[in-house]
């Protein structure tokens, strides 16, 4: 069974700094992109970041882009997101979610629960 | 950055009722579409993807159809289950976006 769970949400300042996890079991992880997909309550969906397989390529919203990393480590099945610089319009629910192949342009087959992070 | 509008935003409808959602794209997106079901607290769920395939385990009341600008999510009959908030997703670009939602309420 596929298996995604975030961790790391909290409240943080604004201009501080947040690491998420996203730890996966279930599937080959090392076959799959990745992404941060992030959602403010009652409102609609949002796409943050994105990585393929092997973290060799990456992309990120413009209005996160120069503040969120997104990175990943395969030998431990995990994805990450470090938010830099956070903002009160960062407020989120923050989900991981599962690409349907290797790379980032494809639809999310599989999600977490998502992680809340609030930025006061 | 491709705009995606969906409509209606909100649907009220009744059990065992065909009802349909539209998503427009501002420009061709030919078939790189997917939909997803949302429930508050829970994980989003694909049920279309490339804008006609059914993913795996959604049941067959579920279909959709389009490509290009212009696209749908049927689903035949309404069961309780299926209340819940509709988004629509383009994932043609590096920078995939989604549709502002549609709620199917009661």
Not at chain 2, 5 to 17: F, I
Not at chain 2, 67 to 86: H, N, Q
Request: proline residues 3%; glycine residues 12%; charged residues 15%.
């Amino acid at each position: 069974e596929v298996v995604l769970v975030e961790s790391g949400g909290n409240v943080v300042r604004q201009g501080g700094s947040l690491r998420l996890s996203c730890a996966a079991s279930g599937f080959s992880f090392d076959d799959y992109g990745l992404s941060w997909v992030r959602q403010v309550p009652g409102k609609g969906l949002e796409w943050v970041s994105g990585i393929n397989w092997n973290g060799g390529s990456t992309a990120s919203a413009e209005s996160v882009k120069g503040r969120f990393t997104i990175s990943r480590d395969n030998a431990k099945n995990s994805l990450y997101l470090q938010m830099n610089s956070l903002r009160t319009e960062d407020t989120a629910f923050y989900f991981c979610a599962r690409v349907r192949n290797s790379g980032l342009s494809e639809a999310y087959d599989f999600w977490g629960q998502g992680t809340m992070v609030t930025v006061s | 950055d491709i705009q995606l509008t969906q409509s209606p935003s909100t649907l009220s409808a009744s059990v065992g009722d065909r009802v349909s959602i539209t998503c427009r794209a501002s420009q061709s997106i030919t078939s790189w579409l997917a939909w997803y079901q949302h429930k508050p607290g829970k994980a989003p769920k694909l049920l279309i993807y490339k804008a006609s395939s059914l993913q795996g385990g959604v049941p067959a009341r579920f279909s959709g159809s389009g490509s290009g600008t212009e696209f749908t999510l049927t689903i035949s009959s309404l069961r309780p289950d299926d209340f819940a908030t509709y988004y629509c997703q383009n994932y043609n670009t590096y920078s995939p976006t989604f549709g502002g939602g549609t709620k199917v309420e009661i």
